[in-house]
């Protein structure tokens, strides 16, 4: 069983940054994919960045050249970098880990983006 802790969420201006952060309890975490979501309209959350075990990456086009998703096995942590932020990324945003026993979702953390 997996459990995941997410934090880094807050208020931040436009053209601020933040970093979320996903810690995850197991083992074996450099298999896994890991991945963030948020929170859409009609209570459907979509992917914002996905990081896979081989190490490629891939990103929503509305966050390409601002957000990163980066992960430090080590310490079972995947981190979204969100760089040149604006009012309509505000939401609850997920961390997410697959492996072979399932899907496992964080408690979700809030983003404000407001002047």
């Known amino acids: 069983q997996v459990q995941l802790v997410e934090s880094g969420g807050g208020l931040v201006r436009p053209g601020g940054s933040l970093r979320l952060s996903c810690a995850a309890s197991?083992?074996?975490?450099?298999?896994?994919?890991m991945a963030w979501y948020r929170q859409a309209p009609e209570n459907q959350r979509e992917l914002v960045a996905v990081s896979f075990a081989g190490g490629s990456t891939d990103y929503a086009d509305s966050v390409k050249g601002r957000f990163a998703i980066s992960r430090d096995n080590a310490k079972n942590t995947v981190y979204l970098q969100m760089n040149s932020l604006k009012p309509e990324d505000t939401t609850v945003y997920y961390c997410?880990?697959?492996?072979?026993?399932?899907?496992?979702w964080g408690q979700g953390t809030q983003v404000t983006v407001s002047s």
């Open positions: 197991g083992s074996n975490f450099d298999r896994y994919t």
């Open positions: 997410n880990v697959r492996n072979r026993d399932g899907s496992y």
